[in-house]
C-alpha cells in the first residue's frame, strides 16, 4: 500500500503563486517502483483533467493550458513531487490531486487551490 500526503493549497489572487508538495509513504518495496507521479484538477461543474506529470526518468509533460506556468518536479530521495504554479489564474480554481503510478493508481486525499480575480 501507498499513502499519498498533499499540501500547499489554498486562497490567492490572480498573478500569484503557489507551491503543492505530495509525499508518498508505504512499503519500502512498493516505494522503490514507482513509475510516474502527477497532478490532476477538477474544477466545479468541469471533468477532471490531468494538469501535469513527471515520469520515474525525469521526462515531464503538461496541459496545454498550464504550459509555462507550471513546474512539475520531484526529490526521489523524498518520495516527494511538486507543482509549482506562478501567474495563476482564476480559472485554475479547483481540487488539485496528486497520484502515483505502481502496478496501481494512488491516489492523494486532494488539495483546494482557489484563485481570485
Known amino acids: 500500500q501507498v499513502q499519498l500526503v498533499e499540501s500547499g493549497g489554498g486562497l490567492v489572487q490572480a498573478g500569484g503563486s503557489l507551491r503543492l508538495s505530495c509525499t508518498a509513504s508505504?512499503?519500502?518495496?512498493?516505494?522503490?517502483?514507482?513509475?510516474?507521479m502527477g497532478w490532476y484538477r477538477q474544477a466545479p461543474g468541469k471533468q477532471r483533467e490531468s494538469v501535469a506529470v513527471?515520469?520515474?526518468?525525469?521526462?515531464?509533460n503538461y496541459a496545454d493550458s498550464v504550459e509555462s506556468r507550471f513546474t512539475i518536479s520531484s526529490d526521489n530521495a523524498q518520495n516527494t513531487v511538486y507543482l509549482q504554479m506562478n501567474s495563476l489564474k482564476p480559472e485554475d480554481t479547483g481540487v488539485y490531486s496528486c497520484?502515483?503510478?505502481?502496478?496501481?493508481?494512488?491516489w492523494g486525499q486532494g488539495t483546494q487551490v482557489t484563485v481570485s480575480s
Open positions: 513527471i515520469t520515474s526518468g525525469g521526462s515531464t
Open positions: 497520484y502515483v503510478i505502481l502496478v496501481n493508481v494512488y
Open positions: 508505504g512499503s519500502i518495496r512498493s516505494i522503490s517502483r514507482i513509475n510516474d
